[in-house]
């Protein structure tokens, strides 16, 4: 019953989010079109589109509502939890697909979720020198998803139990599980139109099979709407982009029984989303030439972030306080490369980033250089779960945590009690 409450709570608080949020998302928007067009006008704009999806998507996260998506993304995006590493760039996962835009699907947001639990649990019952293959393959009407093992296996009298809520197998009790992992990822697919079976992979191991109907949409004009709304409203400009996607798709030549507008509609979102993103970032790394242009003879500083936006405004703020922000990292291993290149007197670190987190490259870089600075950013801020294990990862080291997000001041406190 507890479950069920918290559930309808946090129904509730999403549906106040979003409806209290609807008008003022409307005031920034008439005020952003006052602005003289320039690229800090898109950059505002779409950020304040970004963040209306964001509270769009956490309430459709709670909702289970339905978004179209590329499968490819979806799986090619996920991380891990426990290291935060990208699928594509793990070492014992191999990813192989159908051409991408032949690969679009409208699921749930929590869809993303059970695909990664499937991966976890073949990753988990598989020997740490086993590789899991994941494939993506593209039928008439549907998209099935393989997650291919060489682990432990499923018995055949356990096939339709392990979907049942807290079943374990037999050979499953040596491992940490509660046994509703796959419960709930049948659940969420299930509720996407979608089937999940297992099978015996030969030679050893399991294949998890996850389908789901393909995306489809009657004609191209019917799905238009989400299209101006959001993205084009210039007529000249949306007929270029349609033509472009046209194009892509003609050259891969898609099965006659592949329904064209479905196609179409699909790649033009999924593009045009990417467009907008790319430009956000190309206005980005313009200003971040700038910044490491700045204070020639300050004192340096290396960023490590997976955010570029991170990177913008904390170099910003250190340009301000007449710091020289050499140069910016996306993970941990960057960070540790650009350390030993540069020596700098201060590293921001990210807390939690893919390939390797800004734990794991503290560590090392004091194997470089035992009299390292570093300033430790997190949104924990100063949890005391995070501050414990950073002392007793660090034991007398110099070091600080600054909680996302932050301002100039708190920020000029944080180097002055490093004194950088």
Known sequence: MIEHDNTLIYKTLFKLLTHDTRNTFVKLNALVSELNSTPVKDMIAD?????????????????GKKRIQSVYDIVSELSLTEDKICLTNHHRVKFTHDPKIFLFVEVSELF????????????????????VEVSVVREINHISIYIKDRGIGVAEEDKEKIFNSGYRAKNALDYNGTGTGLWISKNIITK???????????????????????FFTNNLEDSMDIIILNYVDDPDELKKNIESVKTLIDLHNPPEEYHYDSLLFANLLNYLRKERRNKTNSHFKDKLLEIKSKNPNGK???????????????????????????DFAFNGEEGINLYEIH??????????????????????????????????????????????????????????????????DELKDKLDFLRI
């Open 112 to 131: 993303n979720h059970a695909i990664l639990n499937i991966i976890e649990n073949s990753l988990k019952y598989s020997p740490e020198s086993e590789i």
């Open 47 to 63: 950020s304040i589109q970004e963040l209306n999806e964001i509270i769009a998507a956490s309430a459709g996260f709670i909702e």
């Open 192 to 214: 996407d139109s979608g089937t999940i079976e297992v099978f015996e992979n030969i030679g050893g191991g399991s294949i998890f099979k996850v389908t789901v109907p393909i």
């Open 343 to 408: 020596k700098p007197d201060l590293i921001t670190l990210d807390i939690t980033m893919p390939i390797m987190s800004g734990l794991e490259a503290s560590e090392r870089i004091i194997d470089i250089d035992h009299k390292a600075k570093m300033l430790f950013l997190s949104g924990l801020g100063s949890h005391k779960g995070l501050i414990n294990t950073i002392e007793s990862k660090l034991p007398k080291h110099s070091y600080d945590i600054l909680t996302k997000p932050f301002t100039i």
């Open 300 to 326: 340096s500083v290396v960023i490590v972030d997976d955010s570029t936006y991170v990177h913008y405004y904390l170099g910003s703020f250190l340009c301000e306080l007449g710091y020289r922000v050499i």
